[in-house]
C-alpha cells in the first residue's frame, strides 16, 4: 500500500495556501509528545531522563485536539516516550482522525500487536515502527535483546490487520552501511509503506554521548548506504532531504515547520533543544529569536544537525518555492537518484531472517511524502 495521493495533496495544497498568503514560519508537522516516559531506555534518547514526576505527567485528549487546532499543521506525527503507554491514546488518535489529520502514531513495538484491535484502519493513521538497524544493531541501539523479533512481529501483525505502516530509522557514528542496506532489503521484504532516516542528533541529556554524527561523517555516511540503491526500497521522505543528507543539496534549519508540543507547553526552539517554552504557538513564533538557529546562525548546538526534524519541512518548502527544488524533486521522482561516488557497495541481498523468534529475556520520528522506488542511474 502506498501514500494515498489525498495526503500528498492534502500537503501540497496546504504548502501552497501558506505561500499564496505570504506566511513566512508555517508548519508542516506538529510533533505531539502526550507524555514522555518509555518502556524502553535507549543509550542515544534525552526524554526519560526527567525526574519522576515529570514522566509520571501527560496530556489529555482535550489538551492535545486544542494543541493540534492551534497549529493548523495538515499532519501530526505521536513520538513520546512510547504513546502506546498513554491510557487515552485510542480517544486521542480517533480526535485527529475526525479532524482528517494524518497522523504518525511512532512506537517501539513493544505494545502494538496486543494493542491493534483498539485502533481502526483507515489511511489517517499510520504506525511508524522503530527500527535502528537489523536484529543485533537495533537491540543494542535500545538496550535491550529481543526487541528487534518483537518489532517485526508487530509490523507483520498490523500490515496484516489492514494498518498503513512505516519505519523509523536513526543512524549514529559507527554504523555499518552495509549492515543498514539489509536492513531496507528486510523492509521491503516485510512490505512497509516507506522508511524514514535520520542522522543520530545530540541529546544533551542523553547516556551516550559518544555517537552523534559530525556534518561530513553523516554526508559520507547516507552517500554509502544510499549509493546504488535497490528498486524495492521505498522512503517515506522527500526527495531533497535524501539528497541532503548526501551533501548534494543545501538545506537550512526551518525548526518552525516542526513544532514540538508537550506538558511543558510549546517547545523553544525545537525537538531537540530545551530553551523554554511557551503557552501558545503564536507565542512561540512571535518570541523565538530563528536567527539564532541552524547552521549558518554560527551556534554551535547547530553546527552538525542534519535531523529530519529541522529540515524536512525546509525540503517540502524548496520544492514548490524554487525552480531547482521542484525541477530536481521531478527528476528524482521520475529518474531516481545519482549513483552516489562514495556509493561503490552493491545492493545488499543478505537480510535478517525476518521470522518472528522468542523474545530473549531482559531485565529492563512528515513531509511531503513523495514515493517513488529507487533506481540505479
Keep these: 500500500m ?7 495533496l492534502t500537503v501540497a495544497r496546504y504548502v501552497l495556501a501558506q505561500k499564496l498568503r505570504r506566511r513566512q514560519r508555517y508548519p508542516i508537522v506538529l510533533m505531539l509528545e ?3 516516559r518509555c518502556n524502553l531506555a535507549c543509550a542515544g534518547c534525552g526524554k526519560i531522563q526527567h525526574p519522576a514526576e515529570i514522566l509520571r505527567r501527560q496530556l489529555t485528549p482535550e489538551q492535545c485536539f486544542r494543541a493540534v487546532e492551534e497549529c493548523g499543521a495538515p499532519i501530526v506525527s505521536i513520538p513520546g516516550g512510547e504513546p502506546l503507554l498513554h491510557p487515552d491514546i485510542e480517544a486521542i488518535v480517533e480526535g485527529l482522525v475526525a479532524r482528517r489529520k494524518y497522523v504518525y502514531l511512532c512506537t517501539n513495538a513493544i505494545k502494538l500487536e496486543e494493542a491493534l484491535p483498539r485502533f481502526r484502519p483507515t489511511k489517517y493513521l499510520t504506525f511508524s515502527v522503530h527500527l535502528d538497524g537489523p536484529r543485533e544493531e537495533h537491540d543494542r541501539a535500545v538496550c535491550r535483546d529481543g526487541i528487534y523479533d518483537i518489532a517485526v512481529s508487530a509490523i507483520r501483525a498490523a500490515l496484516a490487520a489492514g494498518f498503513r ?3 523509523n530509522t536513526t543512524l549514529f557514528d559507527g554504523v555499518e552501511p552495509t549492515r543498514i542496506r539489509q536492513l531496507f532489503d528486510t523492509l521491503a521484504t516485510l512490505g512497509v509503506e516507506g522508511m524514514m532516516i535520520s542522522p543520530g542528533y545530540g541529546y544533551a541529556k542523553a547516556p551516550d554521548q559518544d555517537h552523534f554524527l559530525e556534518r561530513k561523517k553523516t554526508q559520507t555516511l547516507f552517500q554509502r548506504i544510499l549509493g546504488n540503491p535497490s528498486r524495492r526500497w521505498r522512503f517515506n521522505q522527500s526527495p531533497l532531504f535524501l539528497e541532503f543528507l548526501q551533501g548534494r543539496y543545501p538545506l ?4 518552525w515547520g516542526n513544532p514540538t508540543y508537550n506538558v511543558f507547553g510549546w517547545q523553544k526552539p525545537c525537538y531537540l533543544l530545551d530553551e523554554g517554552y511557551t ?3 503564536a507565542e512561540l513564533l512571535a518570541t523565538t529569536n530563528w536567527k539564532n538557529y541552524g547552521q549558518k546562525s554560527g551556534n554551535a548546538a547547530c553546527t552538525n544537525c542534519m535531523v529530519h526534524s529541522g529540515h524536512e519541512p525546509t525540503a517540502v518548502d524548496a520544492t514548490f518555492s524554487s525552480v531547482r ?4 524533486t521531478a527528476r528524482l521522482v521520475l529518474l531516481g537518484p545519482r549513483k552516489s561516488s562514495a556509493g561503490s557497495l552493491e545492493p545488499a541481498t543478505q537480510a ?15 513531509p511531503l511524502q513523495l514515493q517513488f522506488d529507487n533506481k540505479p542511474s
Design 34 to 36: 502526550p507524555l514522555l
Design 252 to 255: 537550512e534549519c526551518t525548526p
Design 2 to 8: 502506498s501514500v494515498p495521493i489525498s495526503q500528498a
Design 165 to 167: 505502516v512505516t519505519t
Design 279 to 281: 503557552e501558545t504557538f
Design 325 to 328: 527544488g521542484l525541477l530536481t
Design 352 to 366: 535478517d531472517d525476518v521470522s518472528p523468534k522468542p523474545p530473549a529475556s531482559d531485565a529492563p520520528i512528515v
